[in-house]
């Protein structure tokens, strides 16, 4: 929201009263005074007018977690554990997922309760790049990695998919660089390869990484410069 707008919401009076008080540097932006009423503020900022709070900033949550094979991503489910029940903040209820894994897929997960940052993390025309590591019931075919970049048509869907990223690292084991993310998309593929998926996990999302010192089931926040990394394409991409 413009800060003039949260100020003439939040103490019932006009824009242009809002927009004056911001000119004569009556307002801060956490601790800084903001001349410009037309700057954005969201809930995780503390906005003060004459030193009195007119908004008080929420706790901004961004988690990654290293989900454990079993658990469901979802943060409410009658029948199955979810990942939410593996956390134990305080806040733990604001939060949403930054992007869905299988019950049977393990690896990194996002958790976050800021709304703007994760649509940008998912958005249709900033799609980064997820990695995942495949074990497949047979050996993989070699010529798959030709038919993962020229891309499958997904009858469901009616779209034929973005050109993947498929590296051999072993006679049953793989991995695969996505643009996207549909519906079981990479056991989708692999099925049109003649492989049924065995074991699922996925080890980054933009440049971030699944953190090496995370067992299975552990999270911890995410540090500031992992925030950024998550929006981030690698080079070459
Ligand atoms: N593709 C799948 O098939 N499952 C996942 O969990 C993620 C990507």
């Known amino acids: 929201m413009k800060l003039d707008r949260l100020i003439a919401k939040h103490r019932q009076m006009g824009r242009t009263a809002a927009l004056r008080a911001i000119a004569a540097r009556r307002v801060r932006v956490d601790g800084l005074a903001v001349a410009d009423g037309h700057a954005e503020v969201d809930r995780f900022s503390t906005v003060m007018l004459d030193e009195e709070p007119v908004q008080v900033a929420e706790r901004g949550l961004y988690l990654v977690m290293n989900k454990p094979v079993g658990w469901l991503s979802a943060t409410k489910d009658a029948r199955h554990a979810t990942v939410l029940d593996l956390i134990d903040d305080p806040d733990k209820q604001t939060l949403h997922l930054a992007g869905r894994l299988d019950r049977s897929t393990s690896g990194l997960l996002i958790l976050t309760n800021d709304g703007n940052w994760s649509?940008?993390?998912?958005?249709?025309?900033?799609?980064?790049?997820?990695?995942?590591?495949?074990?497949?019931?047979?050996?993989?075919?070699?010529?798959?990695?030709?038919?993962?970049?020229?891309?499958?048509?997904f009858h469901t869907e009616d779209i034929t998919t973005l050109p993947a990223k498929l590296e051999l690292l072993g006679e049953r084991l793989a991995r695969v660089t996505l643009h996207e993310g549909r519906y079981h998309q990479v056991k989708r593929m692999f099925h049109r390869v003649g492989c049924r998926v065995t074991?699922?996990?996925?080890?980054?999302?933009?440049?971030?990484?699944?953190?090496?010192?995370?067992?299975?089931?552990?999270?911890?926040?995410?540090?500031?410069?992992?925030?950024?990394?998550?929006?981030?394409?690698?080079?070459?991409?």
Do not use: N
């Open 119 to 153: 649509k940008r993390l998912m958005a249709a025309d900033f799609k980064v790049p997820k990695v995942y590591r495949v074990e497949t019931d047979v050996p993989v075919p070699a010529d798959a990695v030709e038919a993962f970049e020229r891309g499958f048509y």
């Open 199 to 237: 074991a699922l996990h996925r080890e980054s999302v933009g440049e971030l990484c699944l953190p090496d010192d995370l067992k299975p089931g552990e999270w911890r926040p995410m540090t500031e410069e992992e925030i950024q990394l998550a929006e981030q394409s690698p080079r070459g991409f």
